[in-house]
Nanobody
């Protein structure tokens, strides 16, 4: 059974950085796409970034482009989201998601597995 576990969230001040991790068990990232999404209570889940193994494509939401970086560690079967220059509007629960054998997508509904989420709060 595939499980995704996120970690690395926390409370930071505006302008600071955080790195989120997403570790997979039950499957080795080799031909999949992994995405990061975020959600604020009362709002829909929002695409943040995604990367794929087979196709080598990586995409970012315009709101995070230039500040966030998604990276893969094949040896650790982990995907990271490096978040720099954080803003209060980045506050949300961040989820990683796995799309089996697919390309990156902005649509949450095409992803097959989800982690439990990790809270990121940006506040002074």
């Amino acid at each position: 059974q595939v499980q995704l576990v996120e970690s690395g969230g926390g409370l930071v001040q505006p302008g600071q950085s955080l790195t989120l991790s997403c570790v997979a068990s039950g499957r080795t990232f080799s031909s999949d796409a992994v995405g990061w999404f975020r959600q604020v209570p009362g709002k829909e889940r929002e695409f943040v970034a995604a990367t794929s193994w087979n196709f080598g494509d990586t995409y970012y939401a315009n709101s995070v482009k230039g500040r966030f970086t998604i990276a893969k560690d094949n040896a650790q079967n982990t995907v990271y989201l490096q978040m720099n220059s954080l803003k209060p509007e980045d506050t949300a629960i961040y989820y990683c998601a796995l799309r089996l054998g697919g390309r990156v997508s902005f649509m949450s509904r095409v992803y097959d597995y989800w982690g439990q989420g990790t809270q990121v709060t940006v506040s002074s």
